[in-house]
């Protein structure tokens, strides 16, 4: 994570707790506790110990409901044993019941691709979407689909630069080593699909969550906060 990401994060927390404190109709009391860490390279559970005074028999705390990794997994499969550190830190992070959510790559679209591609030409290592998105490999296709693991470099305009290798991620490794760590496959969905879930199941959390994001706080009447959530979702339904 770069100093600008953290700097970024520290700026908009500050902001929404001050919107949120400001505002009279919300009785939340935000905290936040931001950590910068490599959490695919070392154990949560070691640095821990190093750093509890107390037994060394103290469990460690199982802080949080929901685990978020996104569009970040893909760096922790160029080597199976920072994978398995990568989802043991998850596992001993959250709580039971809790969720891990992850983001990555569809490897298996991307490969496709590549397949029909290199029929036409196998020397091609490139596909583009335009100036907006163009993923790039490093060898030819025709060498590229036998190698194992598959590295690729993912370039999206204004946001990702392109010049660092990824490795697209192993669903069935991932949940064979996920389960062996008690985390259970609860849902796994493809992007499209799953925004088309939010709009029609989640509507209303959505609604909430967008309200929020367009600065409810300044809204002074439980009225006016009811009229603006309700024209959001009918805008996410239609």
């Known amino acids: 994570i770069t100093p600008n990401s953290i700097t970024e994060c520290w700026n908009r927390y500050k902001t929404i707790k001050q919107q949120l404190n400001s505002n ?12 910068a860490g490599d959490c695919f390279a070392f154990s949560l559970e070691e640095l821990f110990r190093q750093q509890e ?19 970040a997994f893909h760096y922790a499969c160029r080597d199976e044993n920072i994978m398995h550190q990568a989802l043991s830190n998850m596992s001993i992070s ?8 992850m983001t990555f790559m569809n490897a298996s679209y991307i490969v496709e691709l590549f397949r029909q ?14 100036s907006l998105c163009r993923i790039t490999l490093p060898v030819p296709a025709k060498d590229w689909l036998l190698s194992n693991p598959k590295t690729i470099r993912f370039y999206l305009k204004d946001t990702v630069d392109g010049n660092v290798d990824e490795t697209l991620v192993d669903v069935p490794s991932l949940i064979t080593m996920a389960q062996s760590m008690n985390l259970k496959i609860y849902w796994q969905e493809t992007f499209p699909a799953m925004l088309e879930l939010w709009r029609k199941e989640y509507a209303d959390f959505a609604a909430n969550i967008f309200c929020l994001d367009q600065s409810i706080m300044d809204i002074a009447t439980e009225s006016a906060i009811s009229a603006k959530r309700q024209k959001i979702q009918k805008n996410i339904l239609d």
């Open 24 to 35: 009279p109709l919300t009785l939340t009391n935000m905290t936040i506790r931001l950590i």
């Open 117 to 130: 591609k290199s029929q036409i030409d196998p020397s091609c290592t490139q596909i583009c979407y335009g």
């Open 53 to 71: 005074a107390g037994p060394k028999s103290t469990p460690f705390p199982r802080l949080y409901d929901v685990v978020s990794c996104q569009m």
């Open 94 to 101: 959250v709580r039971p019941q809790g969720l891990v959510i």
